[in-house]
T-cell receptor, first 110, second 113 residues
Framework: GEDVEQSLFLSVREGDSSVINCTYT??????LYWYKQEPGAGLQLLTY?????DMKQDQRLTVLLNKKDKHLSLRIADTQTGDSAIYFC??????????FGKGTMLLVSP | DTGVSQNPRHKITKRGQNVTFRCDPI?????LYWYRQTLGQGPEFLTY????????KSRLLSDRFSAERPKGSFSTLEIQRTEQGDSAMYLC???????????FGPGTRLTVL
C-alpha cells in the first residue's frame, strides 16, 4: 500500500524559514495536501498542490513538488511562534481516502 | 458555513461499554469520512460515505464498529464492547464528490478505562 514518510521533528527560530519534507510511494495521487494540527485539535487544511504543478505559493507558504523523486515540501516563510504545531503530508493513492504521514512537529522558539 | 462539527468532543467510558459519536459535515458536501488517530501517528482511514451509501471500509474497522449515514447528512460511528485499544481521536471529514479535498472536524477523543 501507499507509504508516506516525514521527518518527525523540526526546530527553528522565530523569523527563520521552515522547510518540512515528505516522500511518498504512489504517484497516482491527483492532489497532494498539507494539514496542520495543533494540540488536542482536528486537522486544518493548509494548502494543496495539483499533481501537474511543480510549485504553489500561498502567502507565507510555498509547496514544491518533485514528481520524479516523489518528494513534496512545505516552506513557511518568516515562521512565527503560532506556527508551532504538527504538520501532516497526505496523498490520495488512487481512491478517495487520504493516506497520511506520521507528521512533523515544528517547534518555533522566540 | 460552520464547518464540520463532531459531538461529543471527549468521551470517557469503561471497557465493554458501547459508545456513539456524531459528525455533521459541511452542508453541501456529499462525501463523509471517518478516520482514527492514535498518539504520535497520522490519521488512519476507517470508512467513507457518498450520500447515504457506505462505499469503502478499512480493515481497521472491526465487527465491533459500525457507521451509518441514514439520510445522507450527519453520520454516526458506534463502537460496541469497547476495548482499551480503541482509545484514540476519532476524526470526521467531508468533501464534495468533485474535488476530494477533505475538511476535518475537531475530533472526538475517546478514552477507554
Amino acid at each position: 500500500g501507499e507509504d508516506v514518510e516525514q521527518s518527525l521533528f523540526l526546530s527553528v527560530r522565530e523569523g527563520d524559514s521552515s522547510v518540512i519534507n515528505c516522500t511518498y510511494t504512489d504517484s497516482s495521487s491527483t492532489y497532494l495536501y498539507w494539514y496542520k494540527q495543533e494540540p488536542g485539535a482536528g486537522l486544518q487544511l493548509l494548502t494543496y498542490i495539483f499533481s501537474n504543478m511543480d510549485m504553489k505559493q500561498d502567502q507565507r507558504l510555498t509547496v514544491l513538488l518533485n514528481k520524479k523523486d516523489k518528494h513534496l515540501s512545505l516552506r513557511i516563510a518568516d515562521t512565527q511562534t503560532g506556527d508551532s504545531a504538527i504538520y501532516f503530508c497526505a496523498v490520495i493513492p488512487g481512491y478517495s481516502t487520504l493516506t497520511f504521514g506520521k507528521g512533523t512537529m515544528l517547534l518555533v522558539s522566540p | 458555513d460552520t464547518g464540520v462539527s463532531q459531538n461529543p468532543r471527549h468521551k470517557i467510558t469503561k471497557r465493554g461499554q458501547n459508545v456513539t459519536f456524531r459528525c455533521d459535515p459541511i452542508s453541501e458536501h456529499n462525501r463523509l469520512y471517518w478516520y482514527r488517530q492514535t498518539l504520535g501517528q497520522g490519521p488512519e482511514f476507517l470508512t467513507y460515505f457518498q450520500n447515504e451509501a457506505q462505499l469503502e471500509k478499512s480493515r481497521l474497522l472491526s465487527d465491533r464498529f459500525s457507521a451509518e449515514r441514514p439520510k445522507g447528512s450527519f453520520s454516526t460511528l458506534e463502537i460496541q464492547r469497547t476495548e482499551q485499544g480503541d482509545s484514540a481521536m476519532y476524526l470526521c471529514a467531508s468533501s464534495l464528490e468533485t474535488t476530494d479535498t477533505q475538511y476535518f472536524g475537531p475530533g472526538t477523543r475517546l478514552t477507554v478505562l
